[in-house]
């Protein structure tokens, strides 16, 4: 039974005997894993003194995934992909299932982050669910799960143009020759207008921006929506008094009536992940100046929504 050898792994790695590897290893129900940890050439980081999370996917869950994905895993030109998947089941630190029902959010060694939920005995973690936790190694802890878990895989730009409600920034990144910015490795965090904020500019200020002689003007507006080397969520945005983008003076953070504020603007939806950041819709332009970031666009009482993956 697989659940009793597990039980005695488990019982050998408290001792200090087994890495989470060795354990894995061991426990006989994750061949795929690891194997794909050894073909990504991630098996020595994780016997490595840790302590990690693993949230571990079984063979069965491996088997649920369509075979030319895992074949494709497994080919040379899939490494890259391959590492971002694993990574993305592996979290710094030690979380045990208990420390779930207090812990909503884990980031992984990815950079993404995954939804903790616990209750009614069930743990979920993003659309898996929790089959044996708890099972304690020497450098850390592993939970099996049921699915494998995939990370958000479009760049900020390929993302905002599948939400639909970015077509004027999207247009004001290319009219400012900044797609390459926006589609490197990252991670930044996207303060992004709405098209509606575009729209509640002064009359003729986007036209204006929009023109190729005011290129620069544009991308220092740019510039004042971006904050670079972080992906910054909202759990962590609402502990600061302050953001620093690229251009321009700090935006001041604020919460009123439960709702973001950022540089004035409001956040209308939160923590739209992608693969090189995080999007936080907003319902303002902020347009730089010298001694404190401006705003211009809708008024203060667009109603910002819950974090959304």
Do not use: W
């Amino acid at each position: 039974d697989v659940g009793d050898q597990i039980k005695k792994v488990a019982t050998d790695a408290v001792a200090g005997k087994m890495d989470i590897v060795d354990t894995a290893v061991a426990a006989g129900d994750f061949k795929t894993l690891a194997t794909l940890l050894a073909s990504a050439g991630l098996v020595e980081a994780l016997k490595g003194p840790g302590p990690f999370t693993v949230f571990a996917p079984s063979d069965a869950a491996f088997a649920k995934l369509p075979r030319e994905l895992t074949d494709s895993l497994m080919s040379p030109q899939g490494k890259d992909r391959l590492t971002g998947i694993l990574t993305f089941h592996v979290v710094p630190g030690k979380v045990m299932a208990a420390d779930i029902a207090k812990t909503p959010f884990a980031t992984t060694l990815q950079g993404q982050r995954l939804d903790l939920k616990s209750g009614s005995g069930i743990v979920m973690v993003d659309a898996a669910t929790v089959t044996k936790a708890d099972i304690v190694c020497s450098n850390g802890v592993i939970h099996v799960i049921d699915s494998v878990l995939v990370p958000m895989e479009g760049n900020v730009l390929e993302v905002a143009r599948g939400n639909g409600t970015f077509a004027t920034l999207l247009a004001a990144i290319e009219a400012a020759g900044m797609n390459e910015m926006f589609t490197a490795k990252g991670p930044f965090t996207i303060l992004a207008p709405t098209d509606e904020a575009f729209r509640n500019l002064p009359k003729g200020a986007l036209a204006d921006l929009l023109k190729p002689e005011n290129k620069g003007q544009l991308a220092a507006v740019l510039s004042a929506h971006v904050i670079a080397g972080k992906a910054v969520y909202s759990n962590d945005v609402v502990k600061l008094k302050e953001v620093q983008a690229v251009g321009g003076s700090p935006s001041k953070v604020e919460v009123v009536d439960g709702k973001v504020m950022i540089g004035g603007a409001t956040v209308v939806k939160a923590d739209v992940e992608a693969s090189n950041g995080v999007i936080h819709a907003i319902n303002k332009v902020i347009l730089p100046a010298s001694k404190e970031a401006k705003t211009a666009g809708a008024g203060d009482d667009a109603k910002s929504t819950p974090a959304a993956r």
